[in-house]
């Protein structure tokens, strides 16, 4: 079958640096995202990743390896406001999106 | 950036009742667009799929005759909850993604739908 696996909630502290993992078995993969959801509100892309390798935007950087099937969303300078779920996402080969059930980031002062 | 808009925002309904949900794409046309829904600190859970101009394909375990899906243009799908029960109370999400499989889904801002 197919598979998403991520944590079910990190903590981390305002200023620093995490790291959220995800792991997927897919028949086929045709890209992996990742999007950011705030309690009460509807997921917002951040990012695509279909090459191996890391893609940097800003403060967040998405990182693949689909040998391994494995993907990182790393976020830097932690603020306050990125307490929210993380969902990571693989395009099947029928384009159709694996949900993985979100990673809860608690944000600490 | 893609922008897809989701009304009403919010809506309160007796039980028995029927509720319209409508989701456009504004500035892309949307080939493909999908109905999840959201139960309270739990992930996305696909209902449906659609394409314009065709029927949707239902998520086993959705009934197709409650919940009704029309997409009859590449700018709007709707979803609607018919003869509502308090257990369908739920945040309706809808998303839409234009051709070509790397195209991320834009999502709507969500519904939060409350039978009484």
């Known amino acids: 079958g197919q598979n998403i696996d991520q944590p079910t909630e990190m903590t981390a502290t305002e200023g620093a640096i995490v790291q959220i993992n995800c792991t997927y078995q897919t028949s086929g993969f045709n890209g992996l995202f990742w999007y950011q959801q705030h309690a009460g509100e509807a997921p917002t892309f951040l990012s695509y990743?279909?090459l191996d390798g890391l893609e940097e935007k800003g403060r967040f950087s998405s990182f693949l390896s689909r040998s391994k099937g494995y993907s990182y969303l790393l976020l830097k300078e932690l603020q306050m406001k990125d307490s929210a779920s993380y969902l990571c996402a693989v395009s099947d080969s029928n384009y159709q999106l694996i949900w993985g059930a979100g990673t809860k980031l608690i944000i600490k002062p | 950036g893609a922008v897809v808009s989701q009304h009403p925002s919010r809506v309160i309904c007796k039980s028995g009742t029927s509720v319209k949900i409508e989701c456009r794409s504004l500035?892309?046309?949307?080939?493909?667009m999908f109905w999840y829904r959201q139960f309270p600190k739990q992930s996305l859970m696909l209902m449906a799929t659609?394409?314009?101009?065709?029927?949707?394909?239902?998520e086993q375990g959705v009934e197709k005759d409650k919940f009704l899906i029309n997409h009859a243009s590449l700018t709007l799908s709707t979803l609607t909850v018919t003869s509502a029960h308090p257990e369908d109370s739920s945040f309706y999400i809808c998303s839409a993604t234009g051709t070509g499989g790397s195209s991320p889904l834009h999502f709507g801002n969500g519904t939060r739908l409350t039978v009484t």
């Open positions: 500035d892309f046309q949307a080939t493909t």
């Open positions: 990743n279909v």
């Open positions: 659609s394409n314009e101009g065709s029927k949707a394909t239902y």
